[in-house]
């Protein structure tokens, strides 16, 4: 069995002088995976239009006969691993796009917002995509309402009571994050979820930070829609993220960039937005490839094994306070900072900075002045840690060191 750690760092192209404990932000590509999506790219320009045009989608037609156009053979990869294809083992249900800002993005633009309705975010929500769903409410006359959850370190019964109590029916959208972003928490989305249909208020899941991290069912949870990125956790090439759309919303939903494919359905109208590089998605299969013969499961404990047991040793040597329950926390957890450096958005700069140039750490680092990173910590820096299977006790030896140096000697 192969053990994992900062060996494993000759897996990908990581400067090993950095303890690299940022996962989370933009993902990292395995160096084998790279190496496929670059001999893709050497295939593609071999007969590039000959693969443009014919080989990778069929903008004509969401039907074919033979063999599926080769982003629909990745669609049903990708259904497979996140449970998101339809009972007969299609994925029709399941679009590729760049990003789950992409993916949000065409559900707000298919849902026809009218001036007075209410769409819902939380003050956990992800700013990008918030801001997504300020400017369609904006452009329709529409309005949006806050949900507000507790901060990192309370109980889950907490968020499902502070969700209930606030989704009420009226709503004509709600977008909940399934793992939250600053605050870093796995959400009880399927009480959510559930909540949200008993009150017939239609629910966007945004799942980012969930494919590799967590196991998926996607169809299971219920959402009327669910996007998320492959590129963050579970290794693949950026941009690669889907958009999975229950059945009774597939006739309604259309890509955000209008092309050939409109009006045919959605492989059509997702599958060839303008002319774009496929090559990451075709690489997807090779990053599963890879996490499968690491085992999925041996990855996912140890990460979260390392999250955890790092979370708790941090917080005792830096003085402060953890609460977060261990249900709550996948491969990424929020540590609060020492109090002795600052609170605001210029300390908490100051320290990643410093973390970054000086202790060669890099880790982001939120203030509760910002909505978000109140959602983190409601008084005071928090600092996010991510850990993947190249990362080991000597990467946050080295991270709670250079925060105790700080705290005592200053920047
Ligand atoms: C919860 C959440 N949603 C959305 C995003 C945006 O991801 P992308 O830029 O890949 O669309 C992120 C990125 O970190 C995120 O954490």
């Known amino acids: 069995?192969?053990?994992?750690?900062?060996?494993?760092?000759?897996?990908?192209?990581?400067?090993?002088?950095?303890?690299?404990?940022?996962?989370?932000?933009?993902?990292?590509?395995?160096?084998?995976v790279l190496a496929r999506q670059r001999a893709i790219i050497d295939e593609i320009e071999r007969h590039p239009a000959e693969f443009m045009l014919r080989r990778m989608a069929n903008p004509m037609a969401a039907d074919?006969?033979?063999?599926?156009?080769?982003?629909?053979?990745?669609?049903?990869?990708?259904?497979?691993?996140?449970?998101?294809?339809?009972?007969?083992g299609n994925a029709d249900g399941l679009a590729l796009v760049d990003n789950i800002t992409t993916g949000a993005n065409a559900v707000l633009g298919s849902l026809h917002i009218e001036p007075g309705d209410t769409l819902a975010v939380t003050n956990h929500g992800y700013g990008g995509v918030t801001n997504a769903v300020r400017r369609v409410a904006e452009l329709a006359g529409a309005s949006v309402q806050t949900?507000?959850?507790?901060?990192?370190g309370a109980p889950m019964a907490d968020f499902v009571d502070a969700f209930v109590a606030q989704v009420q029916p009226g709503l004509r959208l709600m977008v909940m994050d399934h793992i939250t972003s600053f605050s870093a928490?796995?959400?009880?989305?399927?009480?959510?979820?559930?909540?949200?249909?008993?009150?017939?208020?239609?629910?966007?899941?945004?799942?980012?930070?969930?494919?590799?991290?967590?196991?998926?069912?996607?169809?299971?949870i219920g959402?009327?829609?669910?996007?998320?990125?492959?590129?963050?956790?579970?290794?693949?090439?950026r941009s690669s993220g889907f958009l999975w759309v229950a059945p009774h919303h597939r006739k309604a939903i259309h890509a955000p960039i209008v092309s050939w494919g409109v009006g045919n359905g959605l492989a059509a109208e997702f599958d060839l937005p303008g002319t774009r590089d496929p090559s990451g998605f075709l690489a997807v299969n090779e990053a599963l490839t890879f996490r499968t013969e690491l085992g999925e499961d041996a990855i996912r404990d140890y990460n979260h094994d390392l999250a955890w047991a790092s979370a708790q040793r941090l917080s005792a040597a830096w003085g402060t306070e953890f609460s977060t329950p261990q249900e709550m926390v996948g491969s990424m957890v929020i540590v609060r900072l020492p109090q002795t450096l600052g609170t605001s958005t210029d300390d908490a700069e100051r320290v990643r900075r410093h973390l970054y140039d000086v202790a060669l750490t890099e880790a982001p680092v939120f203030s509760s002045e910002t909505e978000s990173g109140?959602?983190?910590?409601?008084?005071?820096?928090?600092?996010?840690?991510?850990?993947?299977?190249?990362?080991?006790?000597s990467d946050i030896d080295r991270l709670e060191q250079a925060v105790l140096d700080l705290a005592t000697k200053g920047v």
């Open 1 to 32: 069995m192969t053990s994992f750690g900062r060996t494993m760092l000759s897996e990908w192209y990581l400067d090993p002088g950095y303890a690299y404990l940022n996962h989370g932000t933009v993902g990292a590509t395995p160096k084998r």
């Open 64 to 88: 074919w006969d033979g063999e599926p156009p080769l982003l629909r053979q990745v669609a049903t990869q990708v259904a497979e691993y996140v449970g998101a294809g339809d009972a007969d």
């Open 147 to 152: 949900i507000t959850l507790p901060s990192a």
């Open 185 to 220: 928490l796995i959400m009880p989305i399927v009480e959510m979820v559930n909540h949200c249909r008993a009150k017939d208020v239609p629910i966007l899941v945004d799942g980012a930070h969930v494919p590799a991290q967590l196991p998926l069912d996607v169809s299971a």
């Open 223 to 237: 959402a009327d829609w669910y996007s998320a990125n492959l590129h963050k956790w579970a290794w693949t090439p």
């Open 374 to 393: 109140a959602s983190a910590s409601p008084d005071g820096l928090a600092l996010r840690l991510s850990i993947q299977i190249y990362n080991d006790a």
